[in-house]
C-alpha cells in the first residue's frame, strides 16, 4: 500500500506555481515529516494529496489508483483549527461517526470522554475538539493521515497524549502518516525521514 504523488503541479491562479514537478511516496505504517517555511505550501500539498484539491498537473495515486471520488476517503487530513472542521450544528456523536466506525480502544487512547458525546461542539475546548477530529480521522477504513499542524495549538501534555493514540493505532493498523509541523523536536520523535520543501 503506497499513497504516491508523482510529478505534481498546483496554482490557485494561473499566474504563479505553488510547487511543481513535487514527487512524494510514503508507505504503509511509515510515518513522514514535511517541514519548510511558512507560506511555501505545505498545507496546499496536504490538500491535494488527500483529496481537497486537485492538482493542475502529474498524479496523486493510492495503490497505483486514483484517490476514490466518493465514499470514504483512506486519505484522512487532520489540521490545526478543529473548530472549522466540525459541524456546529451536530452533536459529538454525529461529528463522530462521520468517519464510519471508529472503535472504542482509539476513544479511549485519546481520552474522549464518554459525557463529551452528547453536547455541542461549541460546548468543548479547542484540545477536546481536536480529540475528536482525530478520532474521526482514523475510522476503519483510514490508510494515510495528513496531520498538518495538528497538535500546534495543544499544550504539551496534551499533544503527548494525542500523538501517543494516534502512533499506537498507527502501528496496529500499519496506517501511514504525514507529520506537517514547525516544530523540530515533534518532528525528531516522531518521523523516521523528514522532506524539506522550499
Ligand atoms: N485559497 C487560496 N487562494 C490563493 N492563494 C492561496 C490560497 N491558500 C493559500 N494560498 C497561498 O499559497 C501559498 C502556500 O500556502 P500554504 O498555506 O500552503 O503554506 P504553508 O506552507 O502551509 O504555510 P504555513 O507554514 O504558514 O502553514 C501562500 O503564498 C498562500 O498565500
Ligand atoms: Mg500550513
Avoid at 512524494?24 to 496536504?46: D, H, L, P, Q
Amino acid at each position: 500500500m503506497q499513497l504516491e504523488a508523482k510529478n505534481i503541479g498546483f496554482s490557485y491562479d494561473k499566474s504563479r506555481w505553488i510547487f511543481r514537478n513535487l514527487d512524494f511516496t510514503i508507505g504503509a505504517g511509515e510515518i513522514v515529516g514535511i517541514r519548510g517555511r511558512s507560506g511555501c505550501g505545505k498545507t496546499t500539498f496536504a490538500r491535494v494529496l488527500s483529496g481537497y484539491e486537485q492538482q493542475k498537473e502529474g498524479t496523486v495515486t493510492l495503490k497505483n489508483s486514483p484517490l476514490p471520488k466518493r465514499g470514504y476517503q483512506p486519505v484522512q487530513l487532520v489540521f490545526q483549527h478543529p473548530e472549522k472542521a466540525v459541524n456546529p450544528k451536530w452533536r459529538m456523536e454525529k461529528v463522530l461517526h462521520e468517519g464510519g466506525k471508529i472503535d472504542g480502544q482509539l476513544l479511549d487512547l485519546l481520552g474522549v470522554k464518554q459525557e463529551w458525546l452528547t453536547r455541542w461542539p461549541n460546548e468543548l475546548s479547542g484540545g477536546e475538539l481536536q480529540r475528536f477530529c482525530v478520532a474521526r480521522a482514523l475510522g476503519t477504513g483510514t490508510r494515510f493521515l495528513i496531520a498538518d499542524e495538528m497538535t500546534t495549538m495543544l499544550d504539551a501534555i496534551t499533544q503527548a497524549q494525542i500523538w501517543h493514540a494516534v502512533v499506537e493505532i498507527a502501528r496496529q493498523r500499519k496506517i501511514g502518516i504525514v507529520v506537517i509541523s514547525h516544530e523540530e523536536a515533534l518532528i525528531r520523535r516522531l518521523c523516521t525521514r523528514v522532506v524539506t520543501f522550499s
